[in-house]
């Protein structure tokens, strides 16, 4: 079997251009003209490659990578071994992410998975449908009438795109997404199986039966948002779900109806936000979060994994815990219960 290199690195990258991109010097005697050739953790680079160190529990690999050069924190930099060129730079993850970007453009966000320029042979596009040149669409892919999706943007297989839905320019739709009953930006990526717009669960509830809520807001997705995998956003009930700019959601994520998340928020796989919340600007929620629904998480406040928050939560907030709260107080929380169950095997006799 073949072993096939899936993303290749751009060539072309030179040393003094990674110095240059990260505004940092080159060493005394450093080639500027030494090409690099790709981008590797610290235990395999090789010597045309980049690797980046920002954490203690790596200094021993540090001590020995191959690497051609490293970017590392000051903290670092006198355990950078001889044959690297140490790159120092306050923050050299969100460096070495700049410079990924630049080595491998190809992976910053899903392209055409058939090679498509166009529409492809087997694609479905409604003749009320308006495609702006340069978008791609992928064999199996259905655009409905009255959609409108803008230049660059690509579409692919089996992806689906319902009546009058706008997609921005350079969007990327992933494999066998949908997008019904929505207004997409620029930049935004849909990763593969997202459903996007259908209608939220809401049902009059009472002893005779369950009536259902006719859902007939939309699904707003403002510019630079990434969207994983298989997760889900209802269009509002009675006014529109939101999702802000530079907002990023991981996979297996549902987001209900009415929900309005702001600017560059961060939400991990498996979080569940119930209907009607706010989340305010950089929000982040660690994994498998719940959120009741009618409340406010304020701005800039981050939840722990696995919490469940059933209050607002003022800004600036650090919570967590079940149901969660300042993280001060579920720490002493914990930490009292487990001294009351050391004791009480004490008592039964254990130990």
């Keep these: ?109 899903p392209g055409s998975l058939f090679a498509a320029s166009g529409v492809s042979p087997g694609a479905h596009v409604h003749p009320q449908a308006r495609l702006e040149d340069g978008v791609r669409v992928d064999p199996g892919a259905v655009v409905g009438p009255g959609a409108e999706i803008g230049s660059g943007t690509v579409l692919g297989p089996n992806a689906v795109i319902g009546p009058n839905v706008r997609i921005g320019r350079d969007c990327s739709i992933g494999a066998g997404a949908t997008l019904t009953h929505a207004l997409v930006g620029n930049r935004v990526i849909v990763h593969p199986g997202a459903r996007i717009g259908q209608d939220g669960f809401g049902f009059a509830m009472g002893a005779g039966g369950h009536i259902k809520v006719p859902q007939v807001g939309r699904v707003i997705i403002q510019d630079d948002v990434e969207i994983g995998a298989n997760t889900t956003i209802d269009r509002g009930a009675s006014r529109d779900t939101v999702v802000g700019e530079g907002t990023k959601i991981d996979n297996l994520v549902q987001i209900a109806h009415n929900v309005v998340i702001g600017r560059h928020c961060v939400i991990v796989s498996g979080v569940g936000i119930s209907g009607s919340t706010t989340l305010e600007d950089y929000v982040v929620l660690g994994g498998q979060v719940g959120v009741v629904g009618h409340l406010r998480i304020g701005m800039g406040s981050q939840i722990a994994g696995s919490s469940n928050v059933n209050r607002d939560v003022p800004p600036g907030s650090r919570w967590g815990g079940t149901p969660a709260k300042p993280v001060r107080t579920w720490f002493r929380e914990m930490t009292t219960l487990a001294r009351l169950a050391e004791r009480g095997g004490k008592d039964d006799g254990e130990g």
């Design 1 to 109: 079997m073949s072993d096939p290199v899936f993303i290749v690195p751009k060539a072309g990258l030179t040393l003094g251009a990674v110095a240059e991109a990260c505004g940092v010097p080159l060493p005394e005697g450093a080639d500027p003209s030494q090409p690099v050739t790709g981008a590797a953790p610290l235990e395999t680079a090789g010597p045309s490659d980049l690797a980046y160190m920002d954490n203690a529990r790596y200094g021993d690999a540090l001590g020995t990578t191959r690497a051609l050069a490293c970017l590392v924190s000051p903290r670092f930099a006198p355990r950078v071994p001889a044959g690297t060129i140490a790159l120092v730079t306050r923050d050299p993850y969100r460096a070495y992410a700049g410079l990924l970007a630049r080595l491998y453009e190809e992976a910053m966000r």
